[in-house]
């Protein structure tokens, strides 16, 4: 009796060291020794926003390379400057250049518009978005920007994920999480 | 001579022949303890095939004359012993020593002799399996936060995160089915993968006492124990099931146990749990839903003297959490604390989108032990753990199916453990511990980890001794010594492991490779000595009354998280980080309790003070603007903190029908560093209840409870104001103001019917949040974002067989 219940809890054992090894090594997530995680981070690392008129071109660029953390973002022109009384048309691009080349995220908001919107917010600045989604509701990646007289500013332009569409063309109110938030200083001349 | 002999003998086998025949053999036995070896004066032995009784002398010495030839059955009963039954063939014995077991109840409750027990005289303070049923299907933390000076961290209302005396996470030690518990349990939105339903009673250790299990439980600690079963041979099992009307859903409950007369047992259990969106009293709670799959199989052999248990456990969850909580920066933060309901309110549904986490968790045991005799108990555990978290947010284009998080944890562990009760008046109960544990971050999520791989090992040994000083006065006192290896690999920002926080001075020989990109790789390597005691006196006083006292030594090292943590928290639209300078932790805590245990009239109070050196909390320390817009940016540091506060607990019987009960906590948690109150503290809170129970009538029982928590008014300021570019002004965001008070009703009805000799029927109705309030509580992770949830009305059918 004794002998046989000795043999019966090292089989038991056996199984159990068996099936934990089964668990361990049959994971379809094993990573073994390969340590190097997910280099291609998704990332926005850069906000481009390109003004046109006829030959005016102006494009304003916020870019934060490392992600959060790290170095601050840059703005590039620092003092980005437009044509006083003058209508642009404008086009907002995301990219992540970690990648090489870079990904365009515009493109992801795109296929999903009815589930993105572009806010804008500006002094001094009357902007308006000038395409829409599937379901007819304003998108924002293309505008129209008409300048005032000469002067100094600033532009704020906000993507949402799922915000409430329609809304009151507010970003406050329309809810939804915010994707990208950056502020541009702007002078008119 | 020799012819002389031979006669002799002849006629002596004539003699016991007739002897036989006439039936007047004397069996003559003698009781003895199994652990000191001393005679048993006064157990009762019965001859059950003949209907027969004697009991034992001072010598531990019985007989019984008048036996014929043949087989008799001697059942030997003593108290507080394990009754125990013997086959005796008489023609070959006629005498026996028989070890009988003296200290049954000692042997499985070391741990929780000399320290303070949870109120035993009242069914909600006890968590007994009847109060386990009820929380069917909610939550470990649901089920224990009745416990006074237990209160629980929540995310939404099904992940909840059990606290005591206001420490959770790592402080807090759980131990399932004598395993402890890694489950990723230092998030805080993390709650522990735990099926209730599988275990039989859950005890809460406020106290110092713990030792056996860690060196660092210096919140308390929490033990889920499967029930043993009697050797005998049986088939029985049970079937629970749970309607509730919030959430359109509920839980299935079957298990099945089969034990035999040889001492094996066997038992499974399976449970399914399915709710839709939860209600609060005003809207829905879009996207609250839960699913979960659990099950658990034992096996097992049961005697006296060796036997072993092998256990294994499946659980899995999936949680969703409340979409309106899913946030940008803080402006969307301001946008929610600022707005009275939720942002998304859909129809109900019993999908669960995104934000959401899935987390899977296998637990497996094998335990054996063997008993020696006039020397103690050697029992050998092996266990094993798997638990694979994904947390899923809001993503776009083909990372929409992607957690975010993904993180699997393996944890492995030996330990060998004595029970020396040889000494009369000491119990010596000691073992050693080897565990190795491998966190893995999956690849694959396209973010950079929250939790690094690492791999860790501790190593563990531990003396704990129980001394009887006389008959009312028990002393114990316990070491522990453990050591940890943490190595992890991790890949820093080289701006932060340069400039922000100076790493490369302060840890050189962690870098690890030359820098890539804008990373450099690292290999941070910790290893950490800890010691921990206790100190534990139990008095008995006449009227059933008892008085505890327990100090105790805990000491912490850091957790992952706290070390290694880095990035978005979502939900609550904050950045947390860790620091590679974090040090451990180390607690000196203090508890006394003053106890009378009776059904007439009982109370426990119990005062306790902790104070704790390099207590590490995570709180706000700036802002930080990303592509994304601001965020606050929270930091782990580690200051002086204090926590001291009460228990009481009250019960008694009005009439013989009529019983009440009542508790209190007050607790008062300081940062003395700052000289400001600590982080997330629970409120003081006290409930009452009373009981109408009719034995007589189909046991039926009628309760009415109340539960009140106050404002917590102590809170540490950390609002600040940031500037919101849209409304292009300065916004103020308030994180740290609490809800007001709340009171709760409830009811609970429950009636059983008897429909044969072993099966019945337990039928229960029972009202939550009676009155419908709407209240947020403050230790609801999601509180900015809605209310907490409306009236429910539950259903239970309980069919035991």
Request: glycine letters at 6%; aromatic letters at 10%.
């Given at each position: 009796m004794k002998i046989t219940n000795t043999i019966k809890i090292t089989k038991?054992?056996?199984?159990?060291?068996?099936?934990?090894?089964?668990?361990?090594?049959?994971?379809?997530?094993?990573?073994?020794?390969?340590?190097?995680?997910?280099?291609?981070?998704?990332?926005?690392?850069?906000?481009?926003?390109?003004?046109?008129?006829?030959?005016?071109?102006?494009?304003?660029?916020?870019?934060?390379?490392?992600?959060?953390?790290?170095?601050?973002?840059?703005?590039?022109?620092?003092?980005?400057?437009?044509?006083?009384?003058?209508?642009?048309?404008?086009?907002?691009?995301?990219?992540?250049?970690?990648?090489?080349?870079?990904?365009?995220?515009?493109?992801?908001?795109?296929?999903?518009?009815d589930e993105h919107e572009f806010f804008y917010t500006s002094s001094g600045l009357t902007i308006t978005k000038t395409d829409v989604d599937g379901n007819g509701n304003p998108l924002g990646v293309e505008t129209s920007l008409i300048t005032a007289g000469a002067g100094s500013g600033t532009l704020t332009i906000v993507l949402k994920h799922e915000p409430t569409k329609p809304n009151d063309g507010s970003s406050s109110s329309a809810g939804g999480s915010t994707d990208v938030e950056v502020t541009f200083n702007v002078t008119i001349n | 001579m020799q012819r002389l002999i031979f006669l002799c003998a002849f006629l002596y086998c004539i003699s016991t022949n007739t002897a036989a025949q006439d039936c007047n053999i004397t069996f003559k036995g003698r009781i003895i303890?199994?652990?000191?070896?001393?005679?048993?004066?006064?157990?009762?032995?019965?001859?059950?095939?003949?209907?027969?009784?004697?009991?034992?002398?001072?010598?531990?010495?019985?007989e019984i004359n008048n036996l014929c030839k043949g087989k008799i059955i001697l059942e030997v009963k003593h108290i507080s012993c394990e009754t125990k039954q013997i086959t005796i063939d008489i023609d070959k014995k006629i005498s026996k020593d028989i070890y009988l077991e003296h200290h049954l109840e000692e042997l499985n409750e070391v741990i929780l002799r000399a320290n303070t027990k949870t109120d035993q005289?009242?069914?909600?303070?006890?968590?007994?399996?009847?109060?386990?049923?009820?929380?069917?299907?909610?939550?470990?933390?649901?089920?224990?936060?009745?416990?006074?000076?237990?209160?629980?961290?929540?995310?939404?209302?099904?992940?909840?995160?059990?606290?005591?005396?206001?420490?959770?996470?790592?402080?807090?030690?759980?131990?399932?089915?004598?395993?402890?518990?890694?489950?990723?349990?230092?998030?805080?939105?993390?709650?522990?993968?735990?099926?209730?339903?599988?275990?039989?009673?859950?005890?809460?250790?406020?106290?110092?006492?713990?030792?056996?299990?860690?060196?660092?439980?210096?919140?308390?600690?929490?033990?889920?124990?499967?029930?043993?079963?009697?050797?005998?041979?049986?088939?029985?099992?049970?079937?629970l099931s749970s309607f509730n009307s919030n959430g359109l859903g509920g839980s299935l409950n079957s298990e099945l146990i089969r034990t035999y007369n040889s001492g094996y047992y066997t038992k499974a259990?399976?449970?399914?749990?399915?709710?839709?969106?939860?209600?609060?009293?005003?809207?829905?709670?879009?996207?609250?839903?839960?699913?979960?799959l659990n099950g658990s199989i034992q096996f097992g052999y049961n005697s006296f003297?060796?036997?072993?248990?092998?256990?294994?456990?499946?659980?899995?969850?999936?949680?969703?959490?409340?979409?309106?909580?899913?946030?940008?920066?803080?402006?969307?933060?301001?946008?929610?604390?600022?707005?009275?309901?939720?942002?998304?309110?859909?129809?109900?549904?019993?999908?669960?989108?995104?934000?959401?986490?899935?987390?899977?968790?296998?637990?497996?045991?094998?335990?054996?032990?063997?008993?020696?005799?006039?020397?103690?108990?050697?029992?050998?555990?092996?266990?094993?753990?798997?638990?694979?978290?994904?947390?899923?947010?809001?993503?776009?284009?083909?990372?929409?199916?992607?957690?975010?998080?993904?993180?699997r944890l393996f944890t492995t562990s030996l330990q060998p453990n004595l029970q020396v009760d040889y000494f009369n008046n000491l119990k010596i109960n000691t073992g050693l511990l080897v565990r190795y544990q491998q966190n893995d971050a999956i690849s694959g999520t396209r973010t950079s980890p929250l939790i690094p791989d690492f791999d860790k090992f501790d190593a563990g040994i531990y003396a704990v001794g129980n001394y009887r000083l006389d008959e009312t006065t028990d002393l114990s006192v316990g070491f522990r010594y453990d050591f940890s290896d943490i190595n992890a690999r991790k890949e820093y920002n080289i701006t932060d492991w340069q400039e922000t926080y100076n790493y490369d001075e302060l840890f050189p020989e962690f870098e690890d490779g030359d820098i890539k990109g804008t990373?450099?790789?690292?290999?941070?390597?910790?290893?950490?000595?800890?010691?921990?005691?206790?100190?534990?006196?139990?008095?008995?006083?006449?009227?059933?009354?008892?008085?505890?006292?327990?100090?105790?030594?805990?000491?912490?090292?850091?957790?992952?998280?706290?070390?290694?943590?880095?990035?978005?928290?979502?939900?609550?639209?904050?950045?947390?980080?860790?620091?590679?300078?974090?040090?451990?932790?180390?607690?000196?805590?203090?508890?006394?309790?003053?106890?009378?245990?009776?059904?007439?009239?009982?109370?426990?109070?119990?005062?306790?003070?902790?104070?704790?050196?390099?207590?590490?909390q995570l709180i706000p320390v700036g802002i930080t603007t990303t592509i994304r817009g601001a965020f606050p940016v929270w930091e782990y540091n580690q200051v002086a903190a204090q926590i001291f506060?009460?228990?009481?607990?009250?019960?008694?019987?009005?009439?013989?029908?009529?019983?009440?009960?009542?508790?209190?906590?007050?607790?008062?948690?300081?940062?003395?560093?700052?000289?400001?109150?600590?982080?997330?503290?629970?409120?003081?809170?006290?409930?009452?209840?009373?009981s109408y129970v009719n034995a007589n009538l189909n046991q039926l029982t009628i309760r009415l409870?109340?539960?009140?928590?106050?404002?917590?008014?102590?809170?540490?300021?950390?609002?600040?104001?940031?500037?919101?570019?849209?409304?292009?002004?300065?916004?103020?965001?308030?994180?740290s103001s609490t809800p007001p008070s709340y009171s709760l009703f409830g009811m609970h009805t429950s009636a059983v019917f008897k429909f044969s000799n072993k099966g019945s029927l337990k039928l229960e109705f029972n009202i939550e949040n009676m009155f419908n309030k709407s209240y947020r509580e403050h230790l609801n992770r999601l509180r900015y974002f809605s209310d907490d949830l409306g009236r429910n009305y539950n259903l239970k059918l309980k069919i035991n067989y």
């Open positions: 038991l054992l056996a199984i159990l060291f068996i099936s934990v090894f089964i668990f361990t090594a049959c994971s379809d997530d094993d990573d073994d020794d390969d340590h190097d995680h997910d280099s291609e981070e998704e990332l926005i690392t850069t906000v481009k926003y390109t003004l046109t008129n006829g030959s005016d071109v102006v494009t304003l660029t916020y870019s934060d390379p490392d992600g959060e953390g790290g170095n601050d973002g840059t703005y590039s022109p620092a003092e980005p400057s437009l044509t006083a009384n003058t209508t642009y048309t404008g086009v907002v691009q995301l990219l992540n250049e970690t990648e090489s080349p870079a990904e365009d995220i515009t493109e992801e908001v795109k296929d999903e518009a | 303890d199994f652990h000191d070896k001393t005679p048993i004066l006064g157990a009762s032995i019965a001859v059950i095939n003949l209907n027969r009784y004697t009991t034992s002398n001072m010598d531990g010495v019985f005289s009242s069914v909600e303070q006890s968590l007994k399996k009847a109060v386990i049923e009820q929380f069917t299907d909610k939550s470990l933390g649901d089920a224990i936060k009745t416990i006074s000076g237990v209160s629980a961290l929540n995310t939404g209302n099904s992940i909840v995160k059990p606290m005591i005396h206001g420490l959770h996470s790592s402080r807090l030690l759980i131990i399932n089915n004598n395993v402890r518990m890694f489950d990723q349990e230092w998030g805080d939105e993390h709650a522990p993968n735990i099926d209730i339903n599988a275990s039989d009673r859950i005890d809460v250790i406020k106290g110092a006492n713990t030792l056996k299990y860690g060196s660092d439980a210096i919140g308390g600690l929490i033990l889920l124990r499967a029930k043993r079963y009697t050797v005998k041979d049986s088939l029985f099992g049970s079937i259990q399976m449970n399914y749990r399915k709710f839709g969106d939860f209600k609060a009293p005003n809207y829905k709670l879009t996207n609250s839903g839960v699913e979960s003297e060796k036997g072993f248990d092998a256990y294994y456990s499946y659980v899995n969850n999936e949680f969703g959490i409340l979409q309106s909580s899913h946030i940008g920066n803080v402006n969307d933060l301001v946008n929610a604390i600022n707005s009275q309901q939720p942002r998304v309110i859909e129809n109900f549904s019993y999908t669960i989108n995104v934000p959401k986490q899935s987390i899977v968790h296998h637990l497996g045991k094998i335990e054996a032990y063997k008993r020696y005799k006039g020397f103690g108990k050697l029992t050998v555990q092996y266990d094993f753990q798997i638990n694979r978290r994904k947390e899923y947010d809001l993503r776009r284009g083909d990372l929409k199916n992607t957690p975010v998080i993904d993180l990373d450099i790789p690292t290999n941070p390597r910790f290893t950490y000595h800890n010691m921990s005691a206790s100190l534990g006196l139990s008095k008995k006083f006449d009227n059933n009354i008892l008085l505890l006292a327990n100090y105790g030594l805990a000491s912490r090292v850091p957790n992952p998280s706290e070390l290694f943590s880095e990035g978005l928290h979502h939900s609550a639209a904050r950045i947390e980080t860790g620091l590679l300078t974090i040090g451990k932790e180390i607690a000196n805590k203090f508890i006394l309790s003053l106890e009378k245990n009776n059904n007439n009239f009982g109370f426990a109070i119990s005062p306790y003070y902790k104070g704790i050196s390099g207590f590490i506060g009460i228990d009481i607990d009250v019960n008694k019987k009005v009439s013989n029908n009529f019983s009440y009960s009542g508790s209190l906590s007050l607790l008062q948690g300081d940062n003395l560093t700052d000289n400001i109150p600590l982080i997330h503290m629970p409120a003081a809170n006290f409930s009452n209840r009373l409870s109340q539960k009140t928590s106050l404002q917590q008014n102590r809170y540490p300021d950390y609002n600040f104001f940031t500037y919101n570019a849209t409304l292009q002004e300065n916004v103020f965001v308030d994180i």
